[in-house]
């Protein structure tokens, strides 16, 4: 297995640019989320997925596109970038709940910075 | 709406002294509690979880954590402190019913000094 994979690792976009973040996971995991990490302001949730063809807005989403076809990929879309989005961008999945406290597992994240 | 206060964005403490690392929840009903590390230029990897089975909770590495309902905290605890133990500590928190989601506190850097 190997869990949770984001590409690219890094990324340097100029402001107004479009770019994809890739996120896949091989847990048949039903839950999925992106966060973006701000020092000193731990994770925020951006977006995230229910399973296949359900997505749903988290706390800051504004900028940001998500889509879910199929249950591996989760990609997260920025379209006109803007220097507030650098950040460190976080992809995470979970199996469903179903009354259990089931963590989420992150993959190693993708640092993004806008100039 | 659910949240996590961590005391303390660094933390400090010598090898081989006792870490304590602190994270207070709002809920008005005891949820799911979680702590995560991450080492540097690393995703976050899972230290050890609360689910109301226990109030203290063993995890990786030799940290435990005690759910203390009275005081809504979860404190993060390692008797002593190896050098490898240098990481970022946060604390989460989950409804035990609805979405899934996360809530994090705003992390805790953790310094070991030789």
């Known amino acids: 297995n190997a869990g949770v994979t984001q590409t690219p690792k890094f990324r340097i976009l100029k402001i107004g640019q479009s770019m994809t973040l890739q996120c896949t996971q091989d847990?048949?995991?039903?839950?999925m989320y992106w966060y973006r990490q701000d020092p000193g302001m731990g994770l925020k949730l951006i977006y995230y997925s229910v399973g296949a063809g359900i997505t749903d807005k988290g706390e800051v989403p504004n900028g940001y596109n998500v889509s879910r076809s199929t249950t591996e990929d989760f990609p997260l879309r920025l379209e006109l970038a803007a220097p507030s989005q650098t950040s460190v961008y976080f992809c995470?999945?979970?199996?469903?709940?179903?009354?259990?406290?089931?963590?989420?597992?992150f993959g190693p994240g993708t640092r993004l910075t806008v100039t | 709406a659910q949240s996590v206060t961590q005391l303390g964005s660094h933390v400090s403490v010598s090898e081989g002294a006792l870490v304590l690392l602190r994270c207070n929840y709002s809920s008005s009903v005891p949820p799911y509690l979680f702590w995560y590390v991450q080492y540097p230029n690393q995703g976050l990897q899972l230290l050890l979880k609360?689910?109301?089975?226990?109030?203290l909770v063993k995890g990786i590495n030799g940290f435990e954590a005690e759910f203390k309902k009275s005081e809504t905290s979860f404190h993060l605890t390692k008797p002593s402190a190896h050098m490898s133990d240098a990481a970022e500590y946060f604390c989460?928190?989950?409804?035990?019913?609805?979405?899934?989601?996360?809530?994090f506190g705003q992390g805790t850097r953790l310094t070991i000094n030789p």
């Open positions: 847990m048949n995991h039903n839950y």
């Open positions: 995470a999945s979970s199996p469903p709940s179903s009354g259990g406290a089931y963590e989420q597992y």
């Open positions: 989460a928190v989950r409804p035990t019913q609805g979405a899934q989601k996360l809530v």
């Open positions: 609360y689910t109301s089975a226990a109030t």
